[in-house]
């Protein structure tokens, strides 16, 4: 085999191995990406629960507040 031929060989590999790495790369962002938009749509969730809670107990108070007041 030929020089020529042996570095012609060893540069597609090399640019298939980096394209295929290139590859991995994009595909790992992504999911990366979907992981933390799940984890920030979960920490959403808990807050708008949390913000209900106390929006209820808001209420229960100052109804209570009301209720006593009025005696």
Do not use: D, Q, W
Not at 2 to 16: P, R, V
Not at 26 to 36: G, P
Not at 44 to 71: M, Y
Request: hydrophobic residues 55%; aromatic residues 8%.
């Amino acid at each position: 085999m030929e020089l020529e031929k042996t570095f012609y060989i060893i540069g597609i590999i090399y640019m298939g191995l980096g394209t295929l790495l290139m590859l991995a790369l994009v595909i790992a962002v992504f999911m990366i990406k979907a992981k933390i938009n799940a984890i920030h749509r979960r920490i959403e969730e808990k807050l708008h629960s949390a913000a209900e809670l106390v929006a209820a107990g808001e209420k229960i108070f100052n109804t209570a507040k009301e209720t006593f007041s009025r005696k």
